[in-house]
């Protein structure tokens, strides 16, 4: 079992809906991740939130908003998409974001939320 | 030049054989080096770290060539089993922690 959970596990929404996406860990990690990722290709990074703060956006578009309310959680909040943004998203954690420590950077990930946009 | 390159294969072998896989990066400051595995409509999952002496985990073998920028992962006696994705991942630590992924090498061990 995966120790950062993530819902729902599939999701289908139309252009005009308003949805979110949850992630959940508690190992005590201050770093949380949230990815893209298409078919046959890696993951590509949306934001980085460490305690709490959004440390980094890749320029992600604004129909995607993220929010931290706590350390454990990290939502997706999805609205008006497009169906080029159907993907599996993935939730990330880390112990540390930025520190060179040896283990501080390991990634667990959450089994992801298949979203379809019709 | 992409910043981390993987071949993305497939790689075909038989059950049994060994393999390997290598993953050459471009910024020489970085720091951190890991191996995930990620399973068809799966997550990636830590396969390994990569320390600078090189480190091996059952049959699994990781090294670090830092003088030619590449990592490489060695598979032996391949399992049906190890049928992946095999993902290298690049950290710039400091300023940032930039992480990035290759692009991945697929592996398909055949009977």
């Known amino acids: 079992d995966t120790e950062v959970t993530q819902t729902p596990k599939h999701l289908v929404m139309g252009m005009t809906n308003k949805k979110s996406l949850k992630c959940e860990q508690h190992?005590?990690?201050?770093?949380m991740y949230w990815y893209k990722q298409k078919a046959k290709k890696p993951p590509e990074l949306m934001f980085v939130?460490?305690?709490?703060?959004?440390?980094i956006n890749e320029s992600v578009p604004s129909r995607f908003s993220p929010e931290c309310p706590n350390s454990s959680l990290l939502n997706l909040h999805l609205h008006a998409l497009q169906p080029e943004d159907s993907a599996l998203y993935l939730c990330?954690?880390?112990?540390?974001f930025g520190q060179g420590q040896a283990g501080a950077n390991v990634l667990t990930f959450g089994a992801g939320s298949r979203l379809t946009v019709l | 030049r992409k910043e981390v390159e993987q071949d993305p294969g497939p790689f075909n072998v038989p059950e049994g054989a060994t393999v390997a896989f290598n993953c050459t990066y471009s910024?020489?400051?970085?720091?951190?080096f890991f191996w995930y595995r990620q399973d068809c409509r799966k997550e990636p999952k830590l396969l390994m770290s990569?320390?600078?002496s090189g480190n091996e985990d059952g049959r699994f073998t990781a090294q670090l060539n830092r003088a030619s920028q590449y990592i490489s992962l060695l598979i032996r006696d391949s399992k049906l089993s190890d049928s992946a994705t095999y993902l290298c991942?690049?950290?710039?630590?400091?300023?940032?922690?930039?992480?990035?992924f290759g692009t991945g090498t697929q592996l398909k061990v055949e009977l």
């Open positions: 939130y460490s305690y709490e703060k959004l440390s």
């Open positions: 910024n020489s400051a970085s720091q951190s």
């Open positions: 990569v320390y600078s």
């Open positions: 990330a954690s880390s112990r540390y």
């Open positions: 190992m005590g990690h201050r770093a």
């Open positions: 991942v690049v950290i710039l630590t400091g300023g940032g922690n930039k992480l990035t």
